[in-house]
């Protein structure tokens, strides 16, 4: 149980890094604002045209008599718009990554570099446009992983009692470990790990892993928040990705704020 509070830790740590790099902090602001504007733009026309996008795929129950129609393509609707709403929380971490990837990628080293002990910080040395690439790709096979276990958390959610109690207790887990796997990526990335390693890397250590990702994934529920929290929660992520890998930090890392860039 202990990694669970270390894990935790880690997201403090990335949060109070991120206050005292106060220009820092401004720019990366800016990937997680453009992403909650199309975010919000989709919902709110899934909002407005889901009714009719239901009705459309629904044609047999054209002929059915009041109130089943009504009661059964509100169901469908409230699914779909549940749904929409679910697969937003999942993908918003990487869209907001891919749109930020040079920013992000920045952060991430000079995390690193502070955090390492004789100040230097791995570089992929890959060209912008195949960081990118290898992000997209990535995150994609992430979403399908996590559209599967949505699916199936959504599906255990009609099973009494279990279904309003412990399934949605499993799925915010579920949720913070596949937001954790997008964050560490930046950094994990960087240093050359593939994605399958990096699922095992993050499996070996769950309780650490769900520290981290879990509370941050239902401050994600809260409107706005993740746009606050994302360039902290990659300064936090780059230094669980030094912990999952075991990798040596300096003695008092970022106890003191840097004078030219800590927030006046």
Same mark, same amino acid.
Request: hydrophobic share 55%; charged share 15%.
């Given at each position: 149980?202990?990694?669970?509070?270390?894990?935790?830790?880690?997201?403090?740590?990335?949060?109070?890094?991120?206050?005292?790099?106060?220009? #820092?902090?401004?720019?990366?602001? !800016?990937?997680?604002?453009?992403?909650?504007?199309?975010?919000?733009?989709?919902?709110?026309?899934?909002?407005?045209?889901?009714?009719?996008?239901?009705?459309?795929?629904?044609?047999?129950?054209?002929?059915?008599?009041?109130?089943?129609?009504?009661?059964?393509?509100?169901? !469908?609707?409230?699914?779909?718009?549940?749904?929409?709403?679910?697969?937003?929380?999942?993908?918003?971490?990487?869209?907001?990554?891919?749109?930020?990837?040079?920013?992000?990628?920045?952060?991430?080293?000079?995390?690193?570099?502070? +955090? #390492?002990?004789?100040?230097?910080?791995?570089?992929?040395?890959?060209?912008?446009?195949?960081?990118?690439?290898?992000?997209?790709?990535?995150?994609?096979?992430?979403?399908?992983? +996590?559209?599967?276990?949505?699916?199936?958390?959504?599906?255990?959610?009609?099973?009494?009692?279990?279904?309003?109690?412990?399934?949605?207790?499993?799925?915010?887990?579920?949720?913070?470990?596949? !937001?954790?796997?997008?964050?560490?990526? %930046?950094?994990?990335?960087?240093?050359?790990?593939?994605?399958? +390693?990096?699922? +095992?890397?993050?499996?070996?250590?769950?309780?650490?892993?769900?520290?981290?990702?879990?509370?941050?994934?239902?401050?994600?529920?809260?409107?706005?928040?993740? %746009?606050?929290?994302?360039?902290?929660?990659?300064?936090?992520?780059? !230094?669980?990705?030094?912990?999952?890998?075991?990798?040596?930090?300096?003695?008092?890392?970022?106890?003191?704020?840097?004078?030219?860039?800590?927030?006046?």
């Amino acid at each position: 149980m202990r990694d669970l509070g270390v894990g935790f830790g880690h997201l403090l740590k990335g949060q109070r890094w991120m206050s005292r790099h106060g220009r #820092s902090y401004g720019f990366g602001l !800016l990937p997680g604002l453009i992403a909650l504007v199309l975010y919000a733009g989709a919902l709110v026309a899934l909002a407005v045209w889901g009714e009719d996008a239901v009705t459309w795929a629904t044609p047999f129950a054209d002929h059915w008599s009041s109130p089943w129609q009504g009661l059964f393509r509100g169901f !469908l609707t409230a699914v779909l718009f549940a749904l929409g709403l679910l697969l937003a929380v999942l993908t918003f971490t990487a869209v907001t990554l891919l749109i930020g990837q040079p920013f992000y990628e920045n952060l991430s080293e000079q995390v690193d570099a502070e +955090a #390492s002990p004789d100040g230097t910080a791995l570089r992929s040395g890959l060209p912008l446009w195949r960081e990118l690439w290898i992000s997209a790709r990535d995150s994609l096979r992430i979403l399908v992983r +996590a559209a599967l276990w949505g699916v199936l958390l959504f599906a255990l959610g009609f099973l009494p009692v279990v279904g309003q109690t412990a399934v949605p207790v499993l799925g915010f887990f579920v949720t913070g470990f596949f !937001l954790t796997e997008e964050l560490t990526a %930046v950094a994990l990335q960087r240093r050359g790990v593939e994605l399958r +390693a990096r699922l +095992a890397l993050l499996r070996s250590r769950k309780t650490l892993v769900w520290g981290f990702g879990t509370p941050l994934g239902l401050a994600f529920l809260i409107p706005f928040v993740a %746009v606050f929290l994302m360039p902290g929660a990659v300064a936090g992520a780059t !230094l669980l990705a030094r912990e999952l890998l075991g990798e040596e930090n300096a003695d008092g890392l970022a106890d003191e704020p840097e004078e030219e860039n800590a927030t006046p």
